[in-house]
């Protein structure tokens, strides 16, 4: 992301102060990383509907309650904008707010205050979460899926001891290994492959926590 401020006033009145930040949104590296690539579930996470790419996704999260409440809570925009509920916050908040999506994929967000500090603060901001809670989603994402790997792991290990117990115990193991000596070898083989496998996507998958 990359990101500037500037000022604008607007002669009402009473004085308002608009300040405008244009960033890029974050890289969509969804075809290296395995985290980034769930970003289309991590709307659902944030309690948004699915995206088709990643600006949408980024205005989605610039819009989420999530974002907003943070967003209010750090600036105490209670105090400003004298509301008590949630909801009325977040939509005075968005009134104040302007979100634009340029042909060039850059996204140029403003916001207006009655202070040009505060306005200029607030728009920071707006990126500053963004990153914070982009970041919060992946990490969530990247333990869901490690979380998810590991019980399919022990599952499979499980079936497949049990497997071979089985087998051991029944007698067969050492009758087949006397007839057919490469197609045991082969068996074992296989198995310890295949629990290689499990293993190898949960350590890969320590590398995203």
């Not at 610039?62 to 907003?68: D, E, G, Q």
């Not at 200029?120 to 969530?140: G, M, Q």
């Not at 087949?176 to 490469?182: A, F, L, Q, T």
């Amino acid at each position: 992301m990359m990101g500037g401020v500037s000022l604008f006033v607007t002669n009402y009145s009473t004085p308002l102060f608009t300040a405008q930040t244009v960033f890029l949104p974050p890289a969509d590296d969804s075809k290296s990383n395995p985290a980034a690539a769930q970003l289309g579930n991590l709307a659902a996470l944030a309690g948004l509907g699915p995206q088709s790419n990643n600006i949408e996704q980024v205005v989605s999260f610039l819009k989420s309650n999530t974002l907003l409440d943070a967003i209010i809570e750090g600036n105490d925009l209670k105090t400003y904008y004298k509301f008590t509920f949630d909801q009325d916050l977040r939509d005075a908040l968005l009134a104040d707010t302007k979100i634009k999506v340029g042909t060039d994929g850059l996204i140029s967000l403003r916001f207006t205050a009655r202070d040009p500090n505060m306005a200029a603060d607030i728009a920071n901001d707006y990126v500053t979460e963004l990153k914070s809670l982009s970041s919060r989603l992946v990490f969530t994402e990247a333990q869901r899926r490690k979380k998810f790997y590991e019980e399919k792991f022990e599952d499979t290990q499980k079936s497949l001891t049990n497997a071979l117990t089985n087998l051991k115990s029944s007698g067969l193991d050492k009758t087949i290994s006397r007839v057919y000596p490469e197609t045991a070898i082969e068996g074992i083989q296989e198995i310890q492959q295949r629990l290689s496998v499990k293993e190898i996507e949960i350590n890969r998958l320590e590398t995203y926590l």
